[in-house]
């Protein structure tokens, strides 16, 4: 594997571990805890991230098609810390997978997405998940601090 995608895995497995750090220890109820209106849950973020990855480095980098229904993402509950880890960590080694088979010139290739009505360069594909996850984690650590507060009266 180049070393592109080495980097690449070792920055996105820092983030999952990101995302692991911020939900560890909580209860389903914590788990499912919504911060506001317009807001998600930890399950759901943690779901969504998951799904994400899946189609950016799955179906766009990788023409493997995850059947992918985004919508379903935002409907989770009920899940445990176990299940979303378990999520997180089979997108990964999807990821490790997929980025196993790239090339350096697979990177200026364009991919049509089935799901937006554009075509996507398999880098800016990468790129965005990269970027997409780092979010997330951003949003995930400072829901932690919010729901620690919260429970420290």
Do not use: C
């Amino acid at each position: 594997m180049d070393s592109l995608f080495v980097d690449y895995l070792n920055r996105l497995e820092a983030m999952h571990d990101g995302v692991k750090e911020a939900i560890a220890g909580l209860s389903p109820e914590a788990l499912a805890w919504v911060p506001g209106p317009e807001m998600n849950s930890f399950s759901v973020l943690v779901t969504h991230l998951a799904g994400s990855e899946r189609f950016w480095i799955g179906d766009m980098a990788g023409q493997d098609d995850s059947g992918r229904v985004r919508a379903e993402e935002f409907a989770v509950t009920g899940l445990t810390e176990v299940e979303l880890v378990q999520r997180l960590d089979e997108s990964f080694a999807h990821s490790q997978q997929v980025l196993s088979n790239l090339l350096l010139t697979d990177l200026d290739k364009f991919h049509d997405s089935p799901v937006h009505s554009e075509s996507f360069r398999v880098s800016w594909s990468l790129m965005h998940n990269l970027e997409h996850v780092a979010l997330h984690v951003g949003h995930m650590q400072i829901m932690r601090q919010m729901w620690d507060r919260k429970e420290q009266g």
